[in-house]
């Protein structure tokens, strides 16, 4: 066993997160939800990667971008799974 983690197993964390999320806000995760929270993720890895880059407006911290990504890739792991 290499102790890497497989997509499935990806895939059903960031499940598990979204659930107690929902739970706790009240969120009814349906399609809006769904597509809205991608393009929420896609939007905050912009904003990262152009202030890493010198082209965004504020300071970035050392993992914001690694952090950006790693949200929209939950996100989609979400949506895919939902589909």
Do not use: C, P
């Not at 009240?26 to 809205?36: K, Q, S, V």
């Not at 152009?50 to 979400?78: C, I, M, P, Y």
Request: charged fraction near 25%; proline fraction near 0%.
């Amino acid at each position: 066993m290499t102790g890497e983690v497989t997509l499935r197993e990806r895939s059903d964390m960031a499940q598990r997160v979204s659930d107690i999320y929902a739970a706790r806000f009240g969120i009814e995760r349906d399609a809006t939800w769904h597509l809205g929270k991608l393009t929420e993720e896609l939007g905050e890895l912009q904003a990262a990667f152009l202030k890493a880059n010198g082209r965004g407006r504020g300071t970035l911290a050392s993992d914001a971008l690694e952090s950006e990504v790693a949200d929209l890739f939950a996100q989609l792991l979400l949506f895919a799974n939902w589909q």
